[in-house]
């Protein structure tokens, strides 16, 4: 099936568990996979409709959002993982590299989630946590997209009120894109900050708040074969695109974020498909379960690596490859998976219509857990 009662999706958690390979190949040598950077417009898309699903199914039910649960329950699932992996390789850094305190300062930045900010100007080198600045616009979205969801409520707006301001949102975001651009903005401002990226964000709420209704005409053969055309094209943009350069940001970077939510779409339709099979299947689901702790292992592994020995690319591969997944496996089972296991359900309140809603939470299992891990 595609999706059970919990909302779990194998199809997104194994295509991100393609992509984290990819960065990961890109970070050991970016002309390997030059066109990797615009794997994080699906990744953001992702996101935004995974999370725009949990918040608006609970709004529908309930009718309000439970902001300080929500982002507990946010903080758990990313931050035990994430301390490990700072502690570990700040250790490393400080015995292994003449001068720690950039890997300080980069490991303070990281654990506050403000990691993008430091790398909006004169950005040359990648810091040992490097790859966490999309973390950090990832919880800057977890902090303001419930609150505005919950400030929409207070205001008693309706499903089209909600979607016509995500879609001003949008369209301010890309006019602001455009305004930097022509105000000689550098490069790093547009892609580390998260001002630049909410397009995509709302483009993947878009999708949760209108799957109901998408559910069933992405079923149709027309539609079906133009989200498969797009998915392809989204996989065309990813080798003839250039994110490294401005004009990524006046065209390139929104066809992306269309072209991403197509091929999500596909991947949560009740129809099957090849990219559907594809990323649903029995190795791609596994290595998208841990591909959180994967995208955490692996910059500071390659920066230790690069710091101290500087190996040939192909070496360096060999040995980040197998070590990354062995930590990742691990810092999966004996962190995350603990951890969500003690994760409280979400608070019992009063449905709006009781009949279809248990007043027992259900107990913790081991899909309940993988639709956390998703989230």
């Given at each position: 099936m595609?999706?059970?009662?919990t909302?779990?999706?194998?199809?997104l958690?194994g295509v991100?568990?393609?992509?984290a390979?990819?960065v990961?190949?890109?970070?050991i040598?970016l002309?390997w996979f030059p066109?990797?950077m615009?794997?994080?417009?699906?990744f953001?898309v992702?996101s935004g409709?995974?999370?725009?699903s949990i918040?608006?199914?609970n709004?529908?039910k309930?009718?309000?959002?439970?902001?300080?649960?929500?982002?507990?329950?946010?903080?758990l699932?990313l931050?035990?993982?994430l301390?490990?992996?700072?502690?570990?390789?700040?250790s490393?850094?400080?015995l292994?590299?003449?001068?720690p305190?950039?890997?300080l300062?980069d490991?303070?930045?990281?654990l506050?989630?403000?990691s993008?900010?430091t790398?909006?100007y004169d950005?040359?080198?990648?810091?040992?946590?490097?790859q966490?600045?999309?973390l950090?616009i990832?919880?800057?979205?977890?902090?303001?997209?419930p609150?505005?969801?919950?400030?929409l409520l207070k205001?008693?707006f309706?499903?089209?009120?909600?979607?016509?301001a995500l879609?001003?949102?949008a369209l301010?975001?890309?006019l602001?894109?455009?305004h930097?651009?022509?105000?000689g903005?550098?490069?790093?401002r547009l892609?580390?900050?998260?001002?630049?990226r909410?397009?995509?964000f709302?483009v993947?709420g878009?999708l949760?708040i209108?799957?109901p209704y998408?559910?069933?005409?992405?079923?149709?053969?027309?539609?079906?074969?133009?989200?498969?055309?797009?998915?392809?094209?989204?996989l065309?943009l990813?080798?003839?695109?250039t994110p490294?350069e401005?004009?990524y940001?006046?065209?390139q970077?929104?066809?992306?974020?269309v072209?991403?939510?197509?091929?999500?779409l596909?991947?949560?339709s009740p129809?099957?498909s090849?990219f559907?099979?594809?990323f649903?299947?029995k190795?791609s689901v596994?290595?998208?379960?841990?591909c959180?702790?994967?995208?955490?292992?692996?910059?500071?592994i390659i920066w230790?690596?690069?710091v101290?020995?500087?190996?040939d690319r192909l070496?360096?591969?060999a040995?980040v490859l197998?070590l990354?997944l062995?930590?990742?496996?691990?810092s999966y089972s004996?962190v995350?998976?603990?951890?969500l296991a003690?994760r409280n359900?979400l608070?019992?309140?009063k449905?709006?219509?009781p009949?279809?809603?248990?007043?027992?939470?259900p107990?913790?299992?081991?899909?309940s857990?993988?639709?956390?891990?998703a989230e």
């Amino acid at each position: 099936m595609n999706r059970n009662q919990t909302g779990y999706y194998p199809s997104l958690d194994g295509v991100r568990g393609w992509m984290a390979f990819g960065v990961l190949v890109a970070h050991i040598h970016l002309p390997w996979f030059p066109g990797a950077m615009i794997l994080m417009e699906l990744f953001f898309v992702i996101s935004g409709f995974l999370i725009t699903s949990i918040i608006w199914r609970n709004a529908t039910k309930y009718g309000k959002v439970h902001l300080l649960d929500f982002w507990k329950r946010r903080l758990l699932r990313l931050y035990p993982v994430l301390i490990l992996v700072v502690v570990v390789c700040t250790s490393l850094a400080c015995l292994l590299v003449e001068d720690p305190l950039p890997s300080l300062k980069d490991a303070l930045a990281t654990l506050f989630y403000v990691s993008n900010f430091t790398k909006l100007y004169d950005y040359i080198f990648p810091t040992i946590f490097g790859q966490t600045w999309s973390l950090g616009i990832e919880e800057q979205f977890y902090l303001l997209w419930p609150l505005l969801f919950w400030c929409l409520l207070k205001l008693r707006f309706k499903a089209y009120g909600v979607a016509a301001a995500l879609i001003l949102i949008a369209l301010a975001c890309t006019l602001w894109k455009i305004h930097l651009i022509n105000n000689g903005a550098p490069w790093s401002r547009l892609y580390y900050a998260p001002d630049t990226r909410m397009d995509a964000f709302v483009v993947g709420g878009l999708l949760a708040i209108y799957y109901p209704y998408l559910k069933e005409w992405c079923q149709r053969p027309c539609p079906h074969a133009a989200l498969i055309l797009g998915s392809c094209a989204y996989l065309v943009l990813l080798v003839i695109g250039t994110p490294r350069e401005m004009a990524y940001f006046y065209w390139q970077q929104s066809t992306a974020v269309v072209l991403a939510a197509m091929l999500v779409l596909l991947l949560v339709s009740p129809r099957d498909s090849f990219f559907k099979w594809l990323f649903s299947t029995k190795p791609s689901v596994f290595f998208g379960q841990r591909c959180y702790s994967i995208y955490l292992w692996h910059w500071p592994i390659i920066w230790l690596l690069l710091v101290t020995f500087n190996p040939d690319r192909l070496v360096l591969l060999a040995i980040v490859l197998p070590l990354v997944l062995v930590l990742s496996c691990l810092s999966y089972s004996y962190v995350e998976i603990p951890f969500l296991a003690k994760r409280n359900p979400l608070p019992a309140l009063k449905p709006r219509e009781p009949k279809e809603v248990s007043p027992t939470p259900p107990p913790v299992s081991e899909t309940s857990i993988r639709s956390a891990l998703a989230e």
